[in-house]
């Protein structure tokens, strides 16, 4: 019948669409899930067994944003933008995400997109006018169906927020199929506009502890853009200058790093324009001063919530894994734990997010509960996602 889709009776292959709190573009990755039923048909995962990771990366993307866009998505997260604005802005980023999706979707069973986050508010807080827990992804997903003929889902995480959770963290449950290992406590740590951690107690589910941490990049892309940079290229800006000790002992004191877990954070929270301090600081100086808070609130989470459990390895995915100013002072705030970025350990790092959410997209489709309830706040788990469906004339 017309609209139906018949999949090839092969290992699931799934295109990941990932654009995170950096606003630096978007990443494309098509993963094959070997071991897993073919898209569509009846089945239960496979048990975790082996190494990781547990997929094959067939193709990779990566696209820039276009200045005027990033700069406009940067103005929504700034509570700057109207709702004739947004609604533009929600095309506009889809059709970016399908015009990237369009050059990898010919080998796809199935297109899985996170969209955009313009706005997260986990939990209510009168001071910042937070009267009601929502979170906000924008890019049409209706829009990438139709230009690549594939299902695509999306709108990962309402899902979870009905369910009581803050619909955040999702990618633990993907980290957890693709990057746990027996006898092996490893931290997943992903360095991009805000800092995450997923911690992996070998493979056992309910010892999985997943949040975030605060800012990484998100503030050290501000104080790059003061000299022009979109961000701190290679960690020289943030080398250059001195570190303000006094701002960052004041900043540590935020109240959200005493928080306990599940915890969630968004750059509506981490931006220069609530960072006290600042203002007779040069870029160089700025650039320094946060790039050493963002290493060492990270570090702080880590002595609070993870070290107590045993931790033997933490692997660093992200924009801030290629910032060796941040990952130096990273590494020596947690010695003696070793911290790896993904390509130490032989791992893609690029495509770590788009791939999670491959990973959610095909659960998804298939009907399987893709969350972590202890890791959201949840009162259970969910199918998150939202499907859309192109028309094929014909079947």
Known sequence: MPGTFRFPLRSPRVLGLMS???????????????GYPALGSPGQPPALTGHAPRLNILAHRAAP????????????????ANTSQIAQLNVQVGEALAEVAAELAGNADLIASHGQTIYHIPRLDASLGWHTRTTLQIGEAAIIAERTGKPVVADFRPADLA???????????ADRILYAEAGVRRAIHNLGGISNLTYLPGLDESGVLAFDTGPANALIDEAAALVGQRYDAGGQLG???QIHEPLIQAWLD??????????????????????????????????????????????GAYQRFVLPLGLDEIVVAGGGAYNPTLMNH????????????????????????????????????????????????????????KLSRPYLNGG
């Open 239 to 241: 080398a250059s200058g």
């Open 163 to 173: 369910a009581g959770g803050q619909a955040a963290p999702l990618v633990p449950f």
């Open 20 to 34: 995170g709190t950096s606003l630096d573009g978007i990443d494309a990755v098509l993963i094959e899930l070997p």
């Open 65 to 80: 944003f276009a200045d005027d866009l990033r700069a406009a998505l940067l103005s929504a997260g700034r509570n700057e």
């Open 330 to 385: 990273l590494r020596a705030a947690l010695v003696p734990i070793p911290v790896l970025t993904f390509e130490e350990r032989g791992w893609n790092a690029a495509a770590r997010e788009a791939a999670a959410f491959a990973v959610l997209g095909y659960y998804a489709y298939q009907g399987w509960r893709n969350t972590l309830p202890h890791t959201t706040g949840a009162r259970h788990a969910v199918i998150a996602g």
């Open 254 to 299: 935020d109240s959200y790093f005493r928080l306990p877990p599940p915890k969630s954070t968004g750059r509506e929270r981490w931006t220069l324009g609530q960072m006290p301090g600042i203002a007779d600081l040069n870029a160089a100086d700025l650039a320094a001063t946060v790039t050493a808070f963002s290493a060492r609130s990270i570090a």
